[in-house]
């Protein structure tokens, strides 16, 4: 575990030199392309997930390819564990796709190595116009327009009734239940069911960390790019954590680390063996498909009196800046954000689609579990919630270092106190503040 984190770190500090320099040599290298081609061009389109969504983005591509005939599209796709070490490398190496995915803090932080095109550049092959204000202003860094929301997503907790079932747990009221009660849920779920099924599938993420700092008034991260967050919060956070693992309510350290970045169907709610997950709302149909179960969505624990959920964009779209066919990519970019042959081949797979249009013109083609995660997202924005802000450069490895100390807490290698001293020492580092 700790020679993988040094290679994250080592490959991190790579990538960060390689695209300084990338940037310092900016002025000199010839510009994209962005004026309109007529001859046939080829285009690489790159994202990360399992073999569903390959599928039925391979048929967006198809539809788009038949409406596009003088522009091939060269799909590059893999597993989420190496997709960004990947990126990483082709970035720096000067081989990037032309449209990439990307997710989380991610457009920022190559937004701000100059290594995305400003969309600006291409808004005659772009419409961007019909996307929700929100999911616009997701996309944005410094006010300049990196990334094309795929669809809205929030963190959920989701459910197996059949695993409450036969452990005779009766399922919470998500109106009113805290953490606290989330905890003794879990321990209870675990208590009555076989050896190898948990009340808790995991213990907590990164992305959790944001939400339990948001309910303490708290933000990760600052509107002027600053940590948001204080000891005590980041305590309480690993406390928790420990103590889902100690009381059995989470598997083991051993068994959780084993379970890092592992397939849909490799988790513990996708093989039916656990009661509750906490995750993303677009994961529901996937974790549903493998479960072979009927899930739901629940709000989060502690959402009183201070929610600490919001909306986010599930994925983004974004163009190289030196794809040396911009135009084209941001046809195929306008086509899978505006146009419905693809809406209503790709769904919600990517989140609940951003364009009210394209909301509409798949909403009688949503399985149950689809049209649950579009109802949980209609019940999400109508809450009030704090802004959400994007990370500042360097934050994409917080993440790494949570989980990395998160490990070091379950096994017992470092105290809630000591993790928490180690966390925003490390942190405030990565993002140079």
Not at 291 to 315: D, N, R, V
């Amino acid at each position: 575990m700790a020679r993988k984190s040094l290679r994250i770190i080592r490959k991190s500090i790579a990538f960060v030199a390689a695209l300084g320099l990338m940037g310092l040599t900016a002025a000199c290298s010839s510009p994209s392309s962005n004026q309109p081609e007529n001859g046939p061009v080829e285009i690489r389109f790159s994202w990360w997930g399992n073999a569903t969504r390959a599928d039925i983005t391979s048929k967006a591509i198809k539809e788009f390819e038949a409406a596009n005939p003088n522009i091939k599209v060269k799909p590059e796709y893999g597993d989420i564990s190496g997709y960004f070490d990947k990126l990483a490398t082709q970035v720096a190496a000067n081989d990037a796709p032309d449209v990439i995915t990307m997710g989380g803090a991610y457009p920022a932080e190559y937004a701000n190595r100059g290594a995305l095109l400003d969309l600006s550049k291409v808004k005659d092959s772009l419409d961007l116009s019909k996307l929700d204000p929100g999911a616009l202003e997701n996309g944005q860094v410094k006010g300049a327009q990196y990334g094309v929301s795929t669809g809205a997503n929030a963190l959920a907790i989701v459910v197996n009734p059949a695993v409450f079932q036969a452990a005779g747990v009766a399922l919470p009221d998500d109106s009113k239940w805290t953490w606290d009660d989330f905890a003794k849920t879990a321990k209870d779920i675990t208590d009555k069911s076989p050896k190898g099924t948990y009340g808790t599938a995991t213990v907590l993420t990164h992305d959790s960390l944001d939400a339990f700092a948001r309910q303490r008034g708290k933000s990760l991260y600052t509107q002027d790019g600053q940590l948001g967050l204080d000891k005590d919060t980041v305590q309480a956070y690993f406390d928790y954590s420990l103590k889902l693992s100690e009381s059995g309510a989470a598997p083991s350290a051993s068994e959780t680390v084993e379970k890092l970045n592992v397939s849909t169907e490799q988790t513990l709610m996708g093989m039916g063996q656990a009661g509750m997950m906490l995750t993303w709302s677009n994961s529901l149909t996937a974790l549903s498909k493998a479960s072979g179960a009927e899930l739901k969505l629940l709000k989060l624990p502690g959402e009183t009196p201070t929610p600490g959920i919001w909306l986010q964009s599930s994925q983004f779209y974004t163009i190289s800046a030196r794809s040396k066919h911009t135009d084209a990519a941001a046809k195929l970019v306008n086509f899978l954000v505006n146009n419905e042959a693809a809406a209503k081949i790709v769904q919600s797979d990517r989140g609940v689609p951003s364009n009210a249009g394209m909301r509409t013109a798949i909403q009688d083609l949503l399985t149950p579990q689809g049209k649950t995660e579009a109802a949980y997202i209609d019940q999400i924005g109508k809450m009030e919630f704090a802004p959400t802000f994007i990370g500042p450069t360097g934050s994409t490895a917080v993440s790494e270092i949570t989980a990395r100390i998160n490990t070091d807490v379950l096994f017992k290698r470092l105290t809630p106190e000591k993790a928490a001293e180690q966390w925003l020492s490390e942190s405030k580092a990565a993002i140079g503040k």
